[in-house]
């Protein structure tokens, strides 16, 4: 934990001003102290003051007036993809950081998190790429001969509000796609897991962006809600809890602020009767579970037919029962804990409730023997489980998995779609092309032939009550741009 402690140090030397506001760290002026805690002992790793709604208000203003008359919307793509490579370059010299923080915060071992944090300074490569090559001017012909630009313009103030369990990597999603555009942000990362952020915040402060074009204030549901209502925010980027995004939906729908939403998941799996077990496996297990569940595409349901359900489920359970649960900072271990004791306690709820439906419980359920401190509960695999029950159609956020049996190929996709999220999936069969067919029947956002993929070049999103539009990829980048068409001469 060498490197959170070098981290840790850095912000405690700041004292009394965590938020970033207008170019510079500020004192918050709430009144609520807040605190980080590490999930695998339960130690505090940082408190804070909770920013007031005069705090936000502040950050919006200063965010209004670098869109309004500052340079950023005004530089060139280029000129503005400049400073991107520069932010990522910074947070690439920090990676052992920004590594430690997530697995600090939220339990994720460090041999997932020492690689995916990566993604950190990919996307902000990425989108300064595409400030080189994305038509943001398009040039075009009536049919009558008269000339036409059709121009994309960036959206406006954007507030960008973040969920705790991947904290750095969705909040850069929105980031770096939105300072592409042109747009001005004011971040709400959670009030758990603020660490990253401050990491973020002062490698654009090093970067040497305009004033006000980031803003940074993390805080919990009262002050995050005085934001998004704000009528100084033209747009509204969320990734969270589908109970959380209509609320947000509904609350932009009232002035038509532009809205989009990365929600919750329960995707499948789909193993065909063709599969080889020996090949689904290596992603199956990891991903059915990744940080210990806590991920919105993790594979929660498992469909397998009828005629290898015991050869398949017995070769999984075997598969997890030597993942090693353990402290999330230790290279060999597979799981660390669930983030906070509200989590533990849902899961906990989760399993209770699949049993008393009758689910059979095939694997774990419990709290490891070994480890009595921190919120660690063991990996749960349920067999037998109805499409109908509680564990199959809800969001559990946990390392539980439900498998599904299925007769034929139409039983398993109306299974597969027999669910009010549609976010990710994979199918597993030695045919890709039969794969691929599946695919297109599954009602999803993105899905994986053999393997579980998630690209930051590429666009992932939901279908359904999984959200509204789209982050990563070029597509990221037009959830901030307006369409403007102009007729010339």
Known sequence: MENLKKTLAGIAARGAEQLFIDGEWRRATGTQTLTVVAPHNEEELLSYVEPSLADVDAAVAAAREAFDKGPWPRMSPPERGVYLRKVADLLT???PELAEAWTGQVGAVIGFTGKASYQCPGLF???????????????????SGGKVRVVAEPVGVTACVTPWNAPLVLLIYKVAAGLAAGCTIVAKPS?????????????????????????????GREVGDHLIRHPGIDKISFTGSTGAGKHIAGVAAERLARVSLELGG??????????????????????????????????????????????????????????????????????????????????QGYIEKGKAEGAKLALGGGRPADLNRGFFIEPT??????????????????????????????DMIAKANHSDYGLH?????????????????????????NGMVVDIEM??????????GREGGIEGLETYLETKTVYMP
């Open 93 to 95: 010299a920090r990676m």
């Open 125 to 143: 490569n990425f989108y300064a790429d595409q400030c080189d090559t994305y038509p943001f001017i398009d040039e075009r012909t009536r049919s």
């Open 191 to 219: 009030p758990e897991t603020p660490i990253d952020a401050h990491i973020l915040a002062e490698c654009i402060q090093q970067a040497g962006l305009p004033k006000g074009v980031f803003n940074m204030l993390p805080a």
């Open 266 to 347: 329960k995707s499948a799996a789909l193993i065909l009767d063709d599969a080889d077990i020996a090949q689904v496996l290596p992603s199956l297990v990891p991903y059915s579970m990744p940080i210990t569940g806590q991920v919105c595409f993790s594979l929660t349901r498992v469909l397998v037919p009828r005629s290898r359900k015991d050869e398949i489920v017995g070769a999984y359970a075997d598969a997890v029962s030597k993942v090693k649960v353990g402290d999330p900072f230790q290279a060999d271990s597979g799981m660390g804990p669930l983030a906070m004791q509200r989590q533990l306690d849902r899961v």
């Open 381 to 410: 695999i349920f067999t037998d489980v109805d499409p109908d029950m509680t564990i199959a159609r809800e969001e559990i956020f946990g390392p539980v998995v439900s498998f599904i049996e299925y007769g034929d190929e139409a």
């Open 425 to 449: 999936g994979a199918v597993y069969t030695q045919d890709p092309e039969r794969g691929f067919a599946i695919a297109r029947e599954y009602r999803t956002g993105s899905i994986t032939i």
């Open 459 to 468: 666009p992932f999103g939901g279908f359904k009550q999984s959200g509204l």
